[in-house]
């Protein structure tokens, strides 16, 4: 599965350079919400490491939006489709006892939940089934897909706009540690202010 995952992320690379740049990086922002196991970072740090890194707030914000759009799907998978779609999904990524443990989570702060989702490596695509599946509230879903993957997204492409390729280079070989990272800090923010 990790050579069929370098392949697919060096393909991922070539669409950056073609005429229809904007286009692949909305569609694999829209699936690896729902289902898609490669982050579309890999396709926005290729494109803003070519001439467009002076376009990173409008290559930032069609991530963050079709992202957005595809965790919508997800939810709809997880509200609608489970037994059909969800429940296959979560046993192809080996995830049901994490299914059950995000349930527990969404009890907590199904905001914060999704929210950090979006913002790290945890698997985005899994909260948005199981925000469909568990009926968390809509918009309050939408509400934090918005502002975790904005996070997520605005700052990489704010950071490839202001140190370019050579950033781009190292933040797509670390892209999950890097979010870890960013993510534990946030976590202990919000953690000092709840």
Do not use: C
């Amino acid at each position: 599965m990790n050579k069929l995952v370098e392949r697919f992320k060096n393909s991922l690379i070539r669409f950056a350079e073609g005429p229809h740049s904007t286009a692949w990086l909305s569609f694999f922002s829209f699936v690896e919400a729902a289902f898609f196991p490669i982050p579309p970072d890999v396709l926005l740090i290729a494109i803003l490491a070519t001439k467009e890194h002076r376009r990173w707030f409008f290559y930032s914000f069609v991530t963050t939006i079709s992202s957005v759009f595809g965790g919508m799907m997800g939810y709809l998978i997880g509200f609608a489709f489970f037994g059909l779609i969800g429940e296959k999904m979560i046993a192809f990524y080996g995830l049901e006892d994490q299914f059950i443990k995000i349930g527990e989570m969404f009890g907590k702060s199904a905001f914060l939940s999704v929210f950090i989702s979006g913002f790290t490596p945890i698997p985005y695509k899994v909260f948005t089934v199981a925000s469909g599946f568990f009926e968390i509230n809509f918009l309050i879903f939408v509400l934090a897909s918005l502002l975790g993957r904005g996070a997520r997204f605005f700052l990489v492409g704010f950071l490839m706009h202001i140190f370019g390729e050579k950033l781009g280079d190292a933040i797509y070989k670390r892209v999950n540690l890097v979010s870890i990272i960013v993510g534990v800090v946030i976590l202990g923010i919000v953690l000092l202010f709840i």
